[in-house]
């Protein structure tokens, strides 16, 4: 395992400048967002210049892009703005896949319609994980169309709370493109040291195999 950074810590919308800037801060790796290059995170399209451009800078800076954002509310309550999100998104992973970006990062959304990262008493309702199973179904089309993995991670306003409901997403989906990422402080929102040692080490246990990026 490598230990990497979110290129967008860093400012600017020149890939060769942020990923400079990944490079000096002591990391080989990054996870990259289109944001760095000067385009929307989810944009309409990518420019064959800005493919150019974010390789270049990769090769010049010796740091290699990872993962790549693609996060749009995959339970958004509002069927449009989830269609518009897939077709983005299915921009991001062709860039991925231009890029030989081996993963793309998801949001499992919420019912929230102004936030994709805000809780929501909805989010529990059997409607909102079949929306956002449905969308995660047709992003594993473009994904397995393109030869790139996509990163679901439990987060406690989202759809996806837990190691069990991602298990459970990637059963039901059964596409070996669909992997998990794992962040141990999403994993919960209040617990006692030893609470915490024991949630993360059953979180590490029930997705062992499935882990593409912690």
């Known amino acids: 395992m490598q230990i990497g950074v979110f290129a967008k810590t860093f400012p600017g919308s020149e890939p060769a400048g942020v990923l400079a800037a990944v490079r000096d801060a ?3 790796v990054t996870q990259f967002n289109l944001a760095c290059a000067g385009l929307p995170s989810m944009p309409d399209a990518v420019p064959d210049d800005g493919i150019s451009a974010i390789a270049a800078a990769s090769n010049a800076s010796g740091v290699t892009l990872v993962a790549l954002s693609g996060t749009y509310n995959m339970a958004h309550p509002d069927r449009t703005v989830r269609d518009d999100g897939l077709r983005r998104l299915g921009v991001v992973i062709k860039a ?3 890029l030989s970006v081996p993963l793309v990062t998801l949001c499992t959304g919420t019912r929230d319609a102004d936030d994709q990262w805000a809780y929501h008493p909805e989010n529990a ?8 199973a449905c969308e995660v179904e047709k992003a594993l089309q473009f994904a ?5 993995d996509l990163g679901i991670e439990p987060e406690q306003a989202n759809i996806v709370t837990s190691a069990s409901d991602a298990m459970r997403l990637i059963a039901s989906m059964g596409s070996k493109r669909l992997r998990i990422v794992l962040d141990p402080a999403n994993l919960f929102e209040q617990a006692s040291p030893a609470e915490a040692r024991a949630i ?3 979180a590490v246990e029930r997705t062992a195999g499935h882990v593409a990026m912690a």
């Open 144 to 148: 397995e169309r393109h030869g790139v």
């Open 26 to 28: 002591g990391f080989a």
């Open 96 to 98: 991925a896949a231009d």
């Open 125 to 132: 309702a059997p409607e909102a994980w079949d929306d956002m």
């Open 200 to 202: 993360v080490a059953a």
